[in-house]
């Protein structure tokens, strides 16, 4: 691997942005902004320490956080506020639709906050900043509605309005992190929207928390849960110079059980996995029951060990389900990434690996401010091959 070479140059980042860098985290996401803000000021003071950008426009600050409130009244409604100029500001909202440890009070009750709830907090926010920022940009790691891309029949098309809606309020850049099908961007084909993968957070996490895998097709095989998530398998497959192979679920489309066609078996496609290792990669881990299902399938076809790796980790039915299947040593590592809300109990569990995206997540952010390109974040395999080169050669990872 050592022959390899970079095929993309980083951006150099030696000038003042046009617009000033401003956060404005919602309740969600306060604590991961925290991470990604402390890059982003170290970065930036070391870049006027060294000389090579002027220290103009507030570039280098202790902080770029701006003070936001979006509180309730007593009926429930709500309101955005931002307590400081934004003019001339380019703003990033970041906001974890999915974090339901965040509550507020309505009638006397406390309530959890739903991903309606968060979304309209981001739509408050935008409001609020009018026409007075540079540019309004939205990380929204988790797409909101993003399962709910096509038609069936009379159905809403909740992925596409939400993107159109954000457009319309004004936003210019659109982020989200490994989009459940990409294809929703056709709903907004003028306006930037991105879709991140972090597969090579995944690598590197995996590799260091078992670093004894041997990366060849004669030890290592990528799978994917079902014929949906296939291409994430593919691209796993390729950057490592793996097999891979998928699960494809026969259903009776005559019959619906629980808004959704019943499974009547699952056949798998691929290579023999006997003695292997095998990581099986998805978007989101909702319930757990596929990727678990999955994951006991490979252990009855001789898999040497399993390994989850996934963006989301939902968890709707709860920790119970994994604690039980790692004691009966289904799986032996589950990744997922603090791109969403992490309880505190799934942080303690001796199976679980935190893939931290904080600095991936400041790095875009301090590309996209300086107006330059993101392709060799949105691309990683030169950074995938230094990490496997490394690997290869027995350095940590």
Known sequence: MSDKKDTQVKPVLDSIPEGRLGLMPTKS????????????????????????????????????????????????????????????????????????SVTYKMQGFENIMSPDDHFADVKRLIGAAGTKPYRINVIMPYLYEGRQIRQNGRESLDCASTLQELVNLGVENIICFDAHDARVQNAVPMSSFETVSPTYQFIKNLLRYAPDIQVDSDHLVAISPDEGGMSRAVYLANVLGVDMGMFYKRRDYTTVVGNSHPIVSVEYLGPSIKGKDVIIIDDMISSGDAVLETASLLKQK????????????????????????????????????????????????????????????????????????????????????????????????
């Open 29 to 100: 996401m306060e604590e991961f902004s925290k991470k990604v803000d402390a890059y982003l000021a170290s970065w930036r003071k070391k870049r006027v320490e060294d000389g090579i950008v002027p220290n103009k426009n507030g570039y280098a600050r202790d902080s770029y956080i701006l003070r936001t409130e979006t509180p309730r009244f007593g009926s429930g409604e709500g309101k955005g506020a931002i307590k400081e100029s934004v003019r001339g500001e380019d703003l990033y909202i970041l906001v974890d639709v999915m974090n339901y």
């Open 302 to 397: 001789e898999a040497r060990r399993v390994f989850i790796c996934s963006t989301f980790g939902i968890f709707t039915n709860g920790l119970v389900p994994f604690d039980d299947a790692y004691k009966r040593g289904i799986f032996d590592k589950l990744i997922t990434t603090n791109l969403v809300y992490q309880s505190p109990d799934l942080l303690k569990r001796d199976y679980y690996v935190n893939c931290d995206m904080s600095k991936y997540v400041a790095l875009i952010i301090d590309t996209i401010n300086h107006n330059a390109s993101i392709s060799h974040l949105l691309n990683p395999v030169d950074r995938i091959n230094k990490v496997l080169e490394k690997h290869a050669n027995h350095q940590i990872v």
